[in-house]
């Protein structure tokens, strides 16, 4: 069974931090570009962030850049989302998805996987 897990949700105070981890089992995640997106309520989905399969392109929306961190796990099925100083407008469920990369284009997608998404609250 092909699938992704999306893990380290949580709630969390204005500045703080979570990592959140994108597990695959029964294909290689090592072989796809991850992509991570998000969608609060009422709102459309986002692109968060993405990563080519080696690791060397990685793209971050304006709203997130300087504060997360796309990588690759150091086991080939694992991918993570580092995210610091986080601010109440990052509430959102958080998705990862295992699709290509587009050198052309510099973007991730078509998506092949995607996981069932993790909750991330930030609240004072």
């Known amino acids: 069974q092909t699938q992704l897990v999306e893990s380290g949700g949580g709630s969390v105070q204005p500045g703080g931090s979570l990592r959140l981890a994108c597990t695959a089992s029964g294909f290689t995640l090592d072989y796809y570009a991850i992509g991570w997106f998000r969608q609060a309520p009422g709102k459309e989905r986002e692109e968060v962030s993405c990563i080519n399969s080696s690791g060397g392109s990685a793209h971050y929306a304006d709203s997130v850049k300087g504060r997360f961190t796309v990588s690759r796990g150091d086991t080939k099925n694992t991918a993570y989302l580092q995210m610091n100083n986080l601010k109440p407008e990052d509430t959102a469920v958080y998705y990862c998805?295992?699709?290509?990369?587009?050198?052309?284009?510099?973007?991730?997608?078509?998506?092949?996987?995607w996981g069932q998404g993790t909750q991330v609250t930030v609240s004072s």
């Open positions: 998805a295992a699709g290509v990369y587009s050198d052309y284009e510099e973007r991730c997608g078509p998506f092949d996987y």
